[in-house]
């Protein structure tokens, strides 16, 4: 079973968030897969992860750049995992139905949109059901605060 993390996000943007959950992953030794609603979305992170300035490279790659066994990190809008990674960041409300590759799950959410949190709420009933170790965060003034 995974462990599924849902990030409230009340203060910023995915994009605004990613690199630091990135970084952390990356240092850990992991590879991670953003999957995303759109290609259009997939070309946005693309373009802010390599504007990041901490941490300040975030080596990433999607199917436009091709190599995908030896990027770190994949940014897609489908199901592929080419790069064998264990941890899964979740944007746009995308609905996975197979979380058997991964150790982790980030599900970020806007906490400003009523559907985007709604939809986060059906998602974490199913995860609870489905038996993985559930956790949610809510980002705060500064910081992020675990709820229970």
Known sequence: MAQIGFYHLTRSAALA???ALLGRTLA????A???CATPARVQEIDEGLW???D???LPHGTQAMGHG???PIWLTEGEDVPNGATFLFVLDGVEVTDLSPFE???DLFDGHDGAAVAAARRRWVAGRDGGHE????QQQPRGWARRR
């Open 69 to 71: 066994a030896w990027q």
């Open 33 to 35: 897969v953003i999957r």
């Open 28 to 31: 850990e030794g992991r590879r």
């Open 134 to 137: 559930m956790s949610y965060w």
């Open 55 to 57: 941490p300040l490279w």
């Open 51 to 53: 504007r990041a300035t």
């Open 104 to 106: 982790r799950v980030f």
């Open 17 to 19: 968030v990613l690199p």
